[in-house]
């Protein structure tokens, strides 16, 4: 069986066994915010650094343009809209990656498709160091966490969050949010949704991480990640969204 068909294979098995339920989700009638999560070149941009899509990718492609739509619709009613930044420090690794999204090499930037954000009034920009943006969002000095606020500050009762990767930063951001949630570090938010087509990640198939000198554990079929990134997201309470109103 070819590396193409083996994948679709796996995926066939894991939808029967941990299904996806996407909704519809209405984000117009209470106090919303939209998160954006690495939409940087050095993710999304082909051939933009070394954990850049090598060739044009229909999923990253997607998330893109849905993301620019979404974010327009957020701006016009004027709803807020923050946007993490992947930004690394050049020389400090960050394990298991290569170096990546490091500071003044513009892999760190939005996508251009997306840098009308940096003018944007309703729009919050946070760089962050590490894959966990709640963590990045946290003030070394003094403990603040800018999500938080942004949360609280804005009243916000919804977020919803799209970028990239799926199971990887933005499953690591919204875990973390709804332990937060539930801890009562935002009062007045109640939902959390993903906008499933406003999210993607890479794709490295075994054959490819294999050729390249890489374990076995670093293969990342793209189909496959992203489905299970969803999965624990829903199992853990966040609401997947295929379509945002």
């Known amino acids: 069986m070819s590396e193409t068909g083996s994948e679709a294979a796996v995926l066939e098995a894991v939808e029967a066994h941990l ?4 909704n519809v989700f209405d984000a117009s009638g209470r106090k919303s915010g939209l998160v954006v999560v690495d939409e940087v ?8 650094g070394n954990l850049a899509p090598p060739t044009p990718n229909a999923q990253v492609s997607r998330m893109v343009e ?11 009613r004027g709803s807020p809209i923050a946007a993490f930044l992947d ?3 050049p020389g400090k690794p960050e394990p298991p990656y290569p170096p990546h999204c490091e500071a003044g090499t513009g892999e760190e930037e939005l996508v251009p498709e997306l840098a009308w954000l940096d003018d944007c009034p309703q729009a919050t920009l946070i760089r962050k160091d590490c894959i966990n943006g709640f963590v990045g969002a946290t003030e070394v000095d003094n403990g603040e966490n800018l ?21 990887i930063c933005v499953m690591d951001f919204v875990l973390t949010m709804l332990s937060a949630r539930n801890h009562g570090m935002m009062p007045t938010l109640r939902d959390i949704a993903v906008y499933e087509p406003g999210c993607a990640t890479y794709d490295l198939p075994r ?12 293969s990342h079929p793209q189909a496959v990640t992203h489905h299970l990134g969803l999965y624990f997201m829903a199992s853990r ?4 969204a295929s379509s945002v109103g």
């Open 66 to 76: 849905e993301t620019d739509r979404l974010a327009r619709a957020f701006a016009e």
């Open 237 to 240: 309470g966040a609401v997947l």
């Open 41 to 48: 070149n050095g993710f999304a941009t082909v051939g933009a």
């Open 147 to 167: 999500m938080v606020r942004w949360v609280n500050d804005n009243g916000l009762e919804a977020i919803v969050v799209v970028g990239i990767c799926t199971d």
């Open 207 to 218: 054959d490819v991480a294999l050729s390249l000198g890489l374990p076995e554990t670093a």
């Open 19 to 22: 299904p996806v339920v996407l």
């Open 87 to 89: 930004t690394h420090e």
